[in-house]
């Protein structure tokens, strides 16, 4: 995973990862929250970067429900480029961890 696709969104694969971790666990009325979820996902995102990644995250939500997404190709690609600021990447490892963690 070291080359996670982040020229597509720019963000790396542990990032993606402390970002939804943060998500889950930094309730959404904390007054601080983007700020919060900043500091969990490190490096240099700030609170306006981790804040558009997730206004990016629920418009993909938004069009994957949708039911425009061409679902043919969840079968042969494990990353579907949605638009040229953002992906939607999902493996069978993600669905192991929210399997396990629900």
Known sequence: MDKFPDVLCGWSWEENKLFELALAVVDEQHPDRWEVVAGMVGGEKT????????????????????????????????????????????????????????
Do not use: M, P, R
């Open 47 to 102: 609170a306006e970067d981790v804040h558009k990644h997730y206004v990016i995250l629920l418009e993909d939500l938004q069009f994957i429900e949708s039911g425009k997404l061409d679902h043919k190709l969840a079968g042969t690609q494990s990353c579907i480029q949605l638009d040229c600021t953002q992906s939607v990447c999902w493996t069978d490892d993600d669905n192991k961890i929210l399997t396990n963690h629900s």
